[in-house]
C-alpha cells in the first residue's frame, strides 16, 4: 500500500528556563521551565518567542503560520504586558523548493525566520507603535529545514539548521498526525541578553538530520535513527531507537547546561564545566 500523503506541524521556540532573566536581564520575567515538547500556547508551557507552522504534502504548500510571545512583565509592573498588534512578533515562512527525484519522493525546502522586541521596556511599545521600531534589541531566529517523504520505503528524512542570536535557549521539533512530537534538537543560550541580541551573530544552535519510519497513513511509527551521528561517526548502517528515548535526550538536559550562571545571578554553577573536562 502507498504511504498517505499527511499534514505536520513544525515548531520552533525561544525561552528562557529561569523565573528572571537576572541582573544582566534587569530581572524582567522568565519562563521558568525545562525544554518541552508540549505544545504552546499553553500556561504550563510559555516563551519568549513560539514559531510554528504546517507542511501540507498533500496541497505541496506551508500554512497556518504563527509566531507569538506569551505576555511577560518587568520587575516593576503588576499586570503583565500583552504582545499584540504592532507589538507582535514577526516571522515568516518560505517553501523555498519542492522536488520530486522520482514518483515516490517528495522533497520539501523550507526556509524562515522571528524576530520579537520585549516591549516591557520603558518607551519601547510607544516608539514601535509610532514609528515601526525600537531601541530594544531584536530576538532573532534564522532557519533551514528539509524534508523528504519516501512513499514507497515509507519513511521521512528531516534535515534541520537553525541559527540566531544565541540567547536565549532554543528547542525545535514535528508534530504528526495523532500528535506524536519528535526532537530536531535543542540549544543552551550563550551569553547575556543585553550583548547576544545585540551582536546579531547569527550563531550555530541547532543541526540534526533523522529519519523517521512511517506508519500507512503518514503518522510516525515509534522509532527515530540519527543521520547525523551515522555520518559523524562513519558507521556504516543506521541505528533506530524509540522516539521515546530519542525525546528524552533532549529534554533531560539542564536548561541551563554549560551557561555560566553568574552572568544572571550570583552563582558559579557550570562557569567551570570547560576547565574540569
Known amino acids: 500500500m502507498t504511504l498517505q500523503l499527511a499534514d505536520y506541524e513544525i515548531n520552533i521556540r525561544s525561552f528562557h528556563p529561569e523565573k528572571t532573566f537576572g541582573w544582566s536581564g534587569l530581572m524582567f520575567e522568565g519562563d521558568n521551565r525545562g525544554f518541552s ?4 500556547g499553553t500556561e504550563s508551557v510559555t516563551s519568549r518567542i513560539w514559531h510554528k507552522f504546517h507542511l501540507s504534502p498533500l496541497e505541496n504548500k506551508v500554512h497556518t503560520k504563527e509566531t507569538v510571545s506569551d505576555p511577560s512583565k518587568a520587575p516593576w509592573e ?25 514518483k515516490h519522493i ?3 525546502r ?21 514609528l515601526g521600531f525600537s531601541y530594544v534589541p531584536t530576538l532573532n531566529v534564522k532557519y533551514k529545514i528539509v524534508i ?9 528524512d528531516i534535515v534541520t539548521y537553525i541559527t540566531g542570536d544565541g540567547f536565549p535557549n532554543c528547542e525545535a521539533f514535528i508534530v504528526g498526525p495523532g500528535g506524536q512530537a519528535v526532537s530536531l534538537g535543542v540549544h543552551v543560550r550563550k551569553g547575556a541578553a543585553p550583548v547576544s541580541l545585540s551582536l546579531n551573530a547569527d550563531y550555530p544552535m541547532i543541526a540534526s538530520a533523522i529519519r523517521l519510519p512511517l506508519n ?16 559523524t561517526n562513519k558507521q556504516p548502517k543506521l541505528k533506530f531507537q524509540k522516539i521515546t528515548d530519542w525525546n528524552y535526550r533532549f529534554t533531560s538536559i539542564p536548561a541551563n547546561s554549560g551557561h555560566c550562571m553568574l552572568l544572571e545571578k550570583a552563582s558559579l554553577k557550570y562557569c567551570f564545566d570547560g576547565l574540569l573536562k
Do not use: C, W
Open 37 to 40: 515538547l508540549k505544545p504552546s
Open 78 to 102: 503588576k499586570a503583565k504586558r500583552v504582545y499584540n498588534g504592532e507589538l507582535a512578533p514577526k516571522g515568516r515562512t518560505f517553501l523555498k523548493s519542492r522536488a520530486f527525484p522520482n
Open 106 to 108: 517528495y522533497q520539501y
Open 110 to 130: 523550507m526556509e524562515g525566520q522571528y524576530g520579537g522586541v520585549n516591549h516591557a521596556m520603558p518607551g519601547s511599545p510607544e516608539i514601535q507603535e509610532a
Open 148 to 156: 523528504d517523504i519516501d512513499r514507497q520505503n515509507s519513511h521521512m
Open 216 to 231: 500507512n497513513n503518514g503518522s510516525f511509527k515509534g522509532t527515530v535513527g540519527d543521520e547525523l551521528f551515522r555520518q
